[in-house]
């Protein structure tokens, strides 16, 4: 095969050439335009021409450089925008590690739906302090300083150190009551003065009580009440409003009871129980085989209560309610141990991730 006929027949081959990767773009060079290239190797024959050879051979050796220089050129091009375009396609939001995603806390969740339910009926937040006195916790609840009923809640008191100048009957609040009286003391020269029509306030917040910590039991843990008064409010409204939030919480075919109960700062007092959501009423191991659970205590807010707020008892009426939001939480998603609720485990926090 004469010079000729190879340059052409290069020529061909150089301009046929096809890559699909960044990789096979250098094979190509190499075996094209390196050193020791076919390309750079009919130079080195060529430089052996005479000079008469070199004149009839040395346009078309250069259109032989210049074409495989253009055409390495243009594969490159090619390569690169073919893998530009494919990193388009994907997600250009995502990080270069994972990120896990924040969990909500199920306590917090349970709160914000309480909150939301009642606020659609007018209810609005009330906040107070969680180290309180005697006073805002016992004395205008109707628990006399002698009254057995406080035997019912085992207090943390806050001891006073000597020579401190402060109220020896300091606590940690045993229930959030202790914002509802805060309330009304707040607004009874409102509700004299026709300022303000009525009080309707929830509150929520983290209790206290000198308990054994258990599956069962805490020596914290966090409450949800409510409170309303107005004029001639009734215990028909207490119940109706009761029966709203179960049907809200826990969905319309849900059935409410009320049975007798005992609280010093309401009568009549009730405990309220749900039809058990889990097996529809019919019995089972969650609901003790009765059909039913109990959520929550309630009852119209006693006289006393009132007087002892500065509200009159005899113009003005209302109801009072409390929850526990863990036991709403266990309700809602069958958590059987409240120690979980407190340990930060993110086994078990994780669960809530797409909540």
């Known amino acids: 095969m004469s010079l000729q006929e190879r340059i052409e027949e290069l020529q061909t081959r150089v301009q046929q050439m096809q890559a699909s990767s960044a990789e096979e773009v250098e094979a190509l060079r190499i075996k094209y335009l390196s050193k020791k290239g076919e390309v750079s190797g009919l130079f080195d024959e060529f430089r052996a021409l005479s000079k008469e050879q070199k004149a009839q051979f040395g346009q078309a050796m250069n259109r032989l450089r210049q074409t495989a220089e253009e055409r390495m050129a243009q594969l490159r091009q090619t390569v690169e925008q073919t893998v530009a375009k494919a990193e388009v396609r994907e997600d250009l939001t995502r990080t270069p590690d994972p990120i896990a995603l924040g969990t909500r806390h199920p306590l917090s969740l349970v709160r914000e739906q309480i909150i939301d339910i009642f606020s659609r009926i007018g209810f609005t937040v009330a906040d107070g302090p969680e180290i309180e006195d005697d006073r805002h916790v016992f004395g205008l609840l109707n628990f006399a300083p002698e009254h057995p009923a406080r035997d019912m809640q085992d207090t943390f008191f806050v001891e006073k150190e000597e020579g401190e100048q402060r109220p020896t009957d300091v606590l940690l609040r045993t229930h959030t009551s202790s914002v509802q009286t805060r309330v009304m003391l707040e607004a009874a020269e409102w509700l004299r003065n026709g300022q303000q029509d009525s009080i309707r306030v929830l509150c929520p917040g983290r209790v206290y009580r000198n308990e054994a910590i258990s599956a069962r039991?805490?020596?914290?843990?966090?409450?949800?009440?409510?409170?309303?008064?107005?004029?001639?409010?009734?215990?028909?409204?207490?119940?109706?409003?009761?029966?709203?939030?179960?049907?809200?919480?826990?969905?319309?075919?849900?059935?409410?009871?009320?049975?007798?109960?005992?609280?010093?700062?309401?009568?009549?007092?009730?405990?309220?129980?749900?039809?058990?959501?889990?097996?529809?009423?019919?019995?089972?191991g969650f609901c003790k085989q009765t059909g039913w659970v109990e959520i929550l205590?309630?009852?119209?807010?006693?006289?006393?209560?009132?007087?002892?707020?500065?509200?009159?008892?005899?113009?003005?009426?209302?109801?009072?309610?409390?929850?526990?939001?863990?036991?709403?939480?266990?309700?809602?998603?069958?958590?059987?141990d409240l120690r979980l609720f407190s340990e930060n485990d993110i086994r078990f926090l994780n669960q809530f991730v797409s909540c």
């Open 217 to 284: 039991a805490h020596c914290f843990f966090h409450q949800v009440e409510g409170l309303y008064i107005a004029r001639k409010v009734s215990y028909a409204d207490l119940r109706q409003t009761l029966l709203y939030f179960a049907k809200e919480m826990f969905g319309d075919k849900t059935q409410i009871r009320l049975r007798p109960s005992y609280f010093p700062f309401t009568e009549p007092s009730a405990e309220m129980d749900i039809s058990c959501h889990i097996c529809g009423g019919k019995g089972c």
């Open 297 to 336: 205590g309630c009852g119209m807010v006693d006289p006393n209560v009132l007087e002892a707020c500065g509200i009159d008892s005899k113009e003005f009426s209302g109801y009072a309610f409390g929850l526990g939001i863990e036991r709403i939480t266990n309700l809602k998603y069958r958590v059987k």
